[in-house]
């Protein structure tokens, strides 16, 4: 009995994650663009049983996301709605509210650069809020920097720059996509 409730309470809980993670624009759905031959579909299954529930939540198993998207999520994180990444200005889906308090994901993503596995994000003069992250992929792990630029472009309600980093074959987010975001949001305040 005790194994049928224990399964049930994963399945709810999976279904809580898919729920979320649609709320950052993990649908599934092809947005209908593409970068540099990438896929824009970003896709978070509903998780198969608590192994995978556990890989999903931290944004491991088969979930699917580009650069694009997680910039995106970088953005919705901070000011608490989903915009479609666009390739060109007008193209944009329309918006939705994103799940989360954004005053608390803004702090998580300040203390990431602060004094977390993000401090090689930091850039002179410009606050950046982000995420590291490392994809563990068939032929090695990707890393990962997701992060906000508030000051940078950023106009009533927006997130300012938003912006991701991808390294395939680059390790641990942290060594290796975050000094290059450092270099990006230093670059674009010059």
Known sequence: MQHGLHRRGARARG?????DAEGFGFSGEDP????????SLAAMP??????????????????????????GVAAAAVTGRWRQPFVVEGEGASETEAPGDPDVLSSLMEQA????????AAADGVTVLGKTGTAQVDDGEHAWFVG??????????????????LVEGGGAGGETAAPLAADLVGALAE
């Open 15 to 19: 279904e809580a994650l898919a729920q």
């Open 32 to 39: 209908g663009y593409q970068l540099a031959g990438l896929t």
């Open 113 to 120: 650069v602060e004094d977390g596995t993000g401090t090689a």
């Open 148 to 165: 906000v630029a508030p000051e940078l472009f950023g106009e009533d309600g927006s997130a300012g720059l938003a912006f991701a980093v």
């Open 46 to 71: 509903e998780p198969q049983d608590e192994t995978e529930l556990a890989a999903q939540a931290i944004g491991q198993g088969r979930v699917e996301a580009s650069p694009a998207h997680m910039a």
